[in-house]
């Protein structure tokens, strides 16, 4: 089963910031949190991925609160292009450590 | 530099038939993983390669095998169709450094339909 908590949808403004939450309060100390997305009928599509630390890359960016419990991906302009199912994913990064998809987020951009 | 590739992109099966996917890894990446994802739900872990061996399994029964090739690339192979088989099936591929998994690329997946 899916370690983390997602909400089933949300809706965002073309322009606005999107935030997404995710619970995962049974995290291990050396699980990473991962987050894709996957537009309809493609193959998930990698985002971001951090630890501890808050992180940030030319699509998003990941905050992490402190005691690691849940984390916030933050689509800083959202385009209808983004319109998409969120994904967050606990991970141990070891060998053979595969990947545990939940239902995840379907996020709508609004025009 | 591609990206994962896979084929064919879509397929029709009848039930009792065997089929086979292919999945082309991201350069240099060793690592391959099957994934199949039902309509309306997350992607299921099926089996990942690494160095032409299955090192982990999920929760398929042996009807579901694959192999992988010295060139990193990958077959995922079905026997006995069923119904139930009808899916998006994705390949992911990763990294093994030093035994750390990068982050896994995912190609566009092969649509099988079993009739």
């Known amino acids: 089963d899916a370690k983390t908590t997602q909400p089933p949808s949300m809706d965002c403004a073309e322009g606005r910031a999107a935030n997404l939450p995710c619970n995962h309060s049974t995290i291990s100390g050396n699980e990473y949190v991962y987050w894709y997305r996957q537009i309809h009928s493609q193959g998930p599509q990698y985002i971001i991925h951090?630890?501890?630390n808050n992180e940030t890359n030319e699509m998003a960016s990941l905050i992490i609160t402190e005691d690691r419990k849940s984390s916030t991906l933050i689509l800083p302009h959202a385009t209808l292009r983004d319109t998409a199912v969120y994904y967050c994913i606990v991970r141990v990064d070891n060998y053979g450590q595969n990947f545990v998809f939940g239902p995840g987020t379907r996020l709508s951009v609004l025009p | 530099d591609a990206g994962v590739t896979q084929s064919p992109t879509h397929l029709i099966k009848t039930r009792g038939q065997q089929v086979t996917l292919r999945c082309s890894p991201k350069s240099g990446h060793d690592t391959v993983s099957w994934y199949q994802q039902a309509l309306g739900q997350g992607p299921q872990f099926i089996f990942q390669y690494y160095e032409e061996e299955e090192r982990q399994r999920g929760n398929f029964p042996d009807r579901f095998s694959g192999h992988q090739y010295p060139n990193y690339s990958s077959e995922l192979n079905v026997n006995a169709l069923l119904l139930g088989d009808s899916a998006l099936y994705l390949c992911?591929?990763?990294?093994?450094?030093?035994?750390?998994?990068?982050?896994?690329?995912f190609g566009q997946g092969t649509r099988l339909t079993v009739v």
């Open positions: 992911a591929s990763s990294s093994l450094e030093g035994l750390m998994n990068t982050e896994a690329f």
């Open positions: 951090g630890l501890k």
